[in-house]
């Protein structure tokens, strides 16, 4: 048995435990059927098993690594000979092997009663897996920044894990009778729901076993991130246009122009996350650069920042609906609003200026951390992108100064100069302060 796992279940399976649980859950029960008949126990047990696994649940896989860390403990196992798999499903199965117990023991009552549905059953099982592996996904995450105060990054993960939960209860609403269109398929709600939260919390699993792999030691190439990418943009381009009947396409290319324009926005906005969540630093950066120009390609994949591949795939995703426009003649309008009107030239410009601001994000990012002695950079880049995003936008509406907001945010609407020139601006001025910050630093390092 994996040793991992078989700590956890000493630890959290006790005999008082293992006592306690059936005891409460039955006079739960019990009493919820003296009150009335099966409808009123079904639904509690409903309740019960949410609680159990995601809010409890989540809790417990949050804890399951930073709580080691807390404890002193997590050095020690970095270094015994468990891989990072079997650390990975030890530590998911074991810390919340618990709140499983006492799910397992109330399915019976959930499914008791005249209105009891299977499928509702299944849809609480699969929003409580997926919180607590998205809980122990972000916990791990939070590990590699190395931060202070653990407790406050414990609850920070498992807040994580419950937005996950209520994202995926959301859109696991069935309804029978109603079908998704997804690149011109048509299958029921129900089963692609369904299909697609086991994939996605496949995915996370996944990422569990990368980062942990990175916590072990273990090399680590950038192909995670960058399938998981890759894989998100398809899978939300199959949606446009067939799902937002709003949108009306008049010429051959509009549809393609659409579905690219979707996978470059979530291209753009996982590699800004992966950009904000992975360790940053000077000599991370320097050691990188250094491996590129003496490394071989398994040395240079292996110390490659994580978003690195996305910025690749935006800039490719770009220039597809670049040429893609410009092989287009027509225009596609948004039929509710005439002021949204576009020609699919807009798409063109507006994806340029979400690469150009992805860009300029990213060095921002980098600027702000690349002096490791620096607290709080992260915090403070998020002050800095509320500020350039929503505070500046905001007070020039105010000013009825609309047209200038896209040289702020990424707009399909404006004159292409407004859109383009400014955050081009930007960018150059941010590549010289990192300019600037690496001379700094490197004169600082080879003086010391």
Known sequence: MNPEFRRNLLLELTLHRL???????????????LIDYGDTVSGIAGFVIL??????GSRLAADAVLGEVAGRTWDSQRMSALGPWSMSWGKL???????????????????????????????????????????????????????????FHVTQAQIVGLVGALILWNLLKWDYTDVVYWYGFAPGNVEFSFLSGLIFTAWCCFGIYRLMRAELQFRCWPVGWAGFTLFCAVY?????????????????????????????????GLTWLG??????????????????????????LSVMPSWTPGLLMA???????????????????????????????????????????????IGIIHFLTMDGRAKRALLSALVYFAALYALLPTILFALDLEDAIPAL????????????????????????????????????????
Do not use: C
Not at 51 to 56: G, R
Not at 419 to 435: R, S
């Open 19 to 33: 006592v306690a649980m059936p005891l409460i859950l039955l006079l739960l029960y019990g009493a919820a059927g």
């Open 51 to 56: 609680i159990l696994l995601v809010a409890w």
């Open 93 to 151: 199965a074991g810390s919340t092997i618990f709140v499983w117990y006492g799910a397992a023991l109330s399915i019976p009552a959930a499914l008791y009663g005249g209105n009891a549905d299977l499928f509702e059953l299944l849809r609480l099982l699969l929003v409580g897996l997926f919180s607590q592996v998205l809980a122990l996904f972000a916990s791990l995450a939070i590990q590699r920044l190395r931060p202070e105060r653990l407790r």
């Open 236 to 268: 939300a381009a199959g949606f446009m246009p067939g799902r937002i009947s709003d949108f009306v396409v008049d010429t051959p290319g509009g549809e393609a122009i659409l579905q690219l324009l979707m996978a470059h926005i979530v291209i753009a």
């Open 275 to 300: 950009a904000f969540a992975e360790p940053k630093g000077f000599v991370r950066l320097r050691r990188w650069r250094d491996t590129i120009r003496s490394g071989s390609p398994r040395e240079i």
């Open 315 to 361: 800039l490719v995703t770009g220039a597809l609906i670049v040429v893609t426009a410009l092989l287009s003649d027509g225009r596609y309008h948004y039929a509710a609003d005439k002021y949204l009107s576009a020609g699919l030239g807009s798409a063109g410009i507006f994806s340029a200026a979400l690469l150009l601001f992805l860009l300029r994000d």
């Open 409 to 448: 945010v990424p707009s399909p609407m404006g004159n292409s100069v407004v859109v383009i020139v400014p955050v081009l601006l930007q960018v150059a001025v941010v590549g010289g302060l990192i300019g600037w910050r690496w001379a700094k630093l490197a004169r600082a390092m080879q003086s010391a």
